[in-house]
């Protein structure tokens, strides 16, 4: 039986008017299944949380800030415009990660699900308004650091993406990619464990020319391969 993995894709009041949600889970999409999971993606994100099946495997979080006002969400009428009845239930999350889980955040994740303590705690750092910040959209070099199996082989890369710099981390990360913005290193890329589950998270990923980088790709394959324990 194949793994199974789930993508929250940002729909409803995760969704915005900066990220087409819906392309970039595609590719991500195509990695998963490259690394042999069974895939779900899911843009009703409360209610795919809700019912988290009991044996899912991977979960991979590519969605918006839930607490953004309607004005900077999807256009009302379209199809991610925002939900009016909210139901959450962060217990199902609580437990997949008690039990044993990978979790895949990428980009905007570091503001979403603010609802769940489990996903805050795993997280192990935020999306800050007014502390966070990043600059002008456009080329940015990726510096690999550490000695992490996720990085392992992999040399430094440049790609089309946002920067994100000044997130809050809470908790010990283990930093695996950096950028350098007015001669400060941020955090890009970084790994945590915590019982038996595991989390990648990854700053990059604004959109899909994000993903037409063959290094950014690499990178994400090896997390997945890392979270998911097939390798080191």
């Known amino acids: 039986m ?5 993508i929250l894709s940002g729909g409803g009041r995760y969704a915005d008017p900066w990220h087409r949600f819906d392309e970039t889970s595609a590719r991500l999409a195509s990695l998963v299944e490259r690394a042999g999971y069974g895939i779900e993606v899911r843009t009703d994100v409360d209610a795919a949380l809700a019912g988290l099946p009991d044996d899912l495997d991977l979960l991979v979080v590519n969605a918006g800030d ?5 004005d900077d969400r999807a256009p009302v009428g379209s ?3 925002v939900d009016g009845d909210v139901r959450v239930d962060p217990a199902p999350l609580a437990v997949a990660v008690e039990r044993g889980i990978g979790i895949l955040a990428v980009h905007a994740a570091a503001a979403s699900l603010r609802d769940y303590p489990a996903f805050d705690l795993a997280l192990g750092g935020r999306w ?3 502390r966070s910040w990043h600059p002008e959209l456009g080329l940015a070099h990726v510096h690999l650091v550490g000695d992490h199996p996720v990085r392992a082989g992999l040399l430094d890369f440049d790609v089309v993406d946002e920067r994100y710099s000044g ?3 809470h908790d ?4 695996i990619a950096e950028h350098e913005e007015q001669g400060i290193r941020h955090p890009l890329v970084w790994a945590r464990e915590f019982g038996e589950s595991r989390l990648v998270y990854d700053a990059l990923g604004h959109d899909v020319r994000s993903y ?3 290094p950014h790709r690499e990178l994400l394959a090896q997390a997945i391969g890392w ?3 097939t390798s080191a």
């Open 66 to 70: 839930p607490d953004r006002p309607v």
């Open 167 to 169: 997130l809050r981390l």
């Open 172 to 175: 010990v990360i283990e930093p």
């Open 79 to 81: 199809a991610d415009a």
């Open 2 to 6: 194949s793994r199974r993995a789930m």
């Open 227 to 229: 979270l998911g324990h």
């Open 212 to 214: 037409d980088s063959g």
């Open 128 to 130: 800050v308004d007014g």
